[in-house]
């Protein structure tokens, strides 16, 4: 969060959380620090990335039965990789496995976290460190549309 002035920190006498008062006609820019989220919600004035204060002290906003507040959400999508879902046996007396690979993803070694519109492939790899590849029609794979975190439920995600 980045505010253009005037406000101050608090702390919460009973949790010890800190938290902002916004100065009047102070205007505040909401962002999500890591680069694989996205800020989600209806926000203040319909602009999910910004709050501002009136000359009264008070925030402009308008609430309605749908309002929600700005939160930062998963903007990313995960695909299972070596040893999960994808080919996994034997060729030519070689175990071989199918994973996946992403340029700026992020490797956990049995699944791939990469961000929206990141360009991965599928690979092989083999114990004998020969190289195998995969049909050049099908080794494409593109993270086009994360399911939001709030409804995708683990028992309902499908690879």
């Not at 080919?87 to 049995?110: A, P, R, S, W, Y």
Request: aromatic share 12%; proline share 4%.
């Amino acid at each position: 969060m980045e505010c253009s002035g005037g406000g101050f920190w608090h702390v919460d006498y009973l949790t010890g959380d800190e938290y902002y008062s916004m100065g009047t006609e102070e205007v505040c820019d909401f962002t999500c620090s890591d680069p694989l989220y996205t800020m989600k919600g209806m926000g203040y004035n319909g602009n999910t990335k910004q709050a501002t204060c009136g000359t009264i002290g008070k925030l402009n906003v308008q609430f309605d039965d749908d309002y929600e507040f700005m939160a930062c959400e998963p903007n990313y999508c995960i695909f299972p990789s070596f040893g999960k879902g994808w080919f996994d046996g034997n060729m030519d007396g070689t175990k071989v496995q199918l994973g996946v690979e992403c340029l700026g993803g992020i490797d956990n070694g049995d699944h791939v976290i990469a961000p929206t519109g990141e360009k991965c492939k599928l690979v092989c790899k083999a114990d004998n460190g020969k190289a195998y590849r995969v049909h050049t029609q099908y080794d494409d794979l593109k993270c086009h549309e994360p399911i939001p975190a709030r409804v995708a439920k683990m028992t309902e995600l499908k690879y």
